[in-house]
């Protein structure tokens, strides 16, 4: 293997921030539910532009599908605290039993 190549080894791209009308696109929701859904804290943005845009790390990904697996049957509310604490117990249960473990 060549020197170049080996330093690239343990080389990985920047994670990819998404800005709002992306995230909208590759979800499927709408640009109103993601700014009521990063309001109420079930999201986060990463970051915001200079021109005060939000940004979004590829998690929100993830957290959607989560969040649209339980709403068949939890509460915006019951779903905040599980996304909040996602390592306890109960909360990797209700994620589970919602299908959407999603990695």
């Known amino acids: 293997m060549s020197e170049s190549c080996?330093?690239?080894a343990?080389?990985?791209?920047?994670p990819k921030l998404y800005r709002i009308g992306e995230v909208v696109r590759?979800?499927?929701?709408?640009?109103?539910?993601?700014?009521?859904?990063?309001?109420?804290?079930l999201i986060r943005e990463e970051e915001r532009t200079e021109g005060g845009h939000r940004?979004?790390?590829?998690d929100v990904f993830r957290?959607?599908?989560?969040?649209?697996?339980?709403?068949g049957n939890k509460t915006l509310g019951q779903?905040?605290?599980?996304?909040?604490?996602?390592?306890?117990e109960a909360s990797v249960a209700a994620i589970q039993?919602?299908?959407?473990?999603?990695?």
């Open 55 to 58: 940004m979004y790390g590829e």
């Open 6 to 8: 080996a330093s690239w």
């Open 26 to 41: 590759y979800s499927g929701f709408s640009r109103q539910t993601v700014h009521n859904y990063t309001t109420m804290g």
């Open 79 to 88: 779903i905040r605290r599980i996304l909040e604490d996602e390592t306890s």
């Open 10 to 14: 343990g080389w990985r791209p920047p």
């Open 97 to 103: 039993a919602a299908g959407a473990a999603v990695r």
């Open 63 to 71: 957290r959607l599908a989560v969040i649209k697996a339980l709403k």
